[in-house]
């Protein structure tokens, strides 16, 4: 492939990346939140975007760490005394306002979907703490779909109801909670609730696992679902992401005050001069 040609490429990818990304993000939200999906839809759509976002921020990375060697390549070489006539390195430098304001954005956005969003690290950590919860067995009283018809018919929402009455030292207790963060479980898509009717079907025993000082506190359920591994992959992304954009904010900060404090000297010795 010639130069020329991986310029183009290049160029192209830099025009696409934006509404790829975009498109990617929309297509992830999509397979969620779209009514009119199968699931078999929602599925292929879930497995096309989260790889589509996941490889253009790895590439974004990559590409800003290159050009970030490439300009300290240059700058090292310009200290060294060459190139001192370079209009590009002599060129004024600005205060990167914009990039400190847009890096602790991202890095805080992606913490708040590690730390702040329910389904995130909270998910992550109650299950794992239920899943060590000792556990005794249980009966399913209550299962149906509950329907929630929202503002709209097309945007009705389906979620699975397990009531399940359970024991613990002789008193009796009842929990409606199939895994941390039921709420989450608001699907457009009726196949999971059947699903989950039909695995705790009433009179179902079940383990349920429940806090040994509150045992109130009951799942049935203690694995983590996938989608709480994307929002703290995503999260972390996103925070390393601002991260390095910081740092580059402090560089080129560092750049300026080194630039302003040399132009200083130089003025300095001129007027001596004279």
Do not use: C
């Amino acid at each position: 492939m010639s130069v020329s040609a991986i310029e183009i490429a290049i160029k192209l990818y830099r025009r696409l990346w934006s509404p790829l990304f975009a498109i990617a993000v929309l297509g992830l939200i999509g397979a969620s939140e779209l009514p009119f999906l199968s699931d078999e839809e929602r599925s292929v759509l879930r497995w096309v975007s989260l790889p589509l976002i996941i490889f253009l921020v790895v590439f974004r990375l990559i590409e800003a760490a290159v050009q970030a060697k490439v300009q300290l390549k240059w700058e090292a070489t310009f200290k060294a005394g060459r190139h001192q006539k370079s209009k590009t390195i002599n060129k004024k430098r600005e205060f990167p306002a914009a990039l400190y304001l847009i890096s602790v954005l991202v890095a805080a956005l992606g913490l708040s979907l590690i730390f702040l969003v329910p389904a995130g690290y909270q998910s992550h950590l109650l299950q794992s703490r239920a899943s060590n919860w000792p556990y005794t067995m249980g009966e399913v009283i209550r299962a149906e779909v509950v329907y929630d018809e929202g503002f709209d018919i097309d945007d009705r929402k389906v979620q699975p109801q397990i009531v399940t009455q359970y024991f613990v030292n002789d008193r009796k207790y009842i929990t409606r909670e199939i895994h941390f963060n039921q709420s989450s479980s608001w699907r457009f898509s009726d196949s999971y609730a059947h699903a989950m009717t039909k695995k705790y079907a009433l009179g179902t025993r079940v383990r349920v696992y429940y806090k040994p000082d509150e045992p109130y506190v009951a799942v049935l359920d203690t694995s983590v679902d996938w989608f709480t591994y994307f929002i703290i992959l995503f999260g972390a992304v996103l925070f390393l992401l601002g991260a390095y954009w910081f740092w580059l904010s402090l560089r080129d900060t560092y750049l300026i005050i080194a630039q302003l404090v040399s132009n200083l000297r130089n003025k300095h010795k001129t007027e001596n001069d004279h």
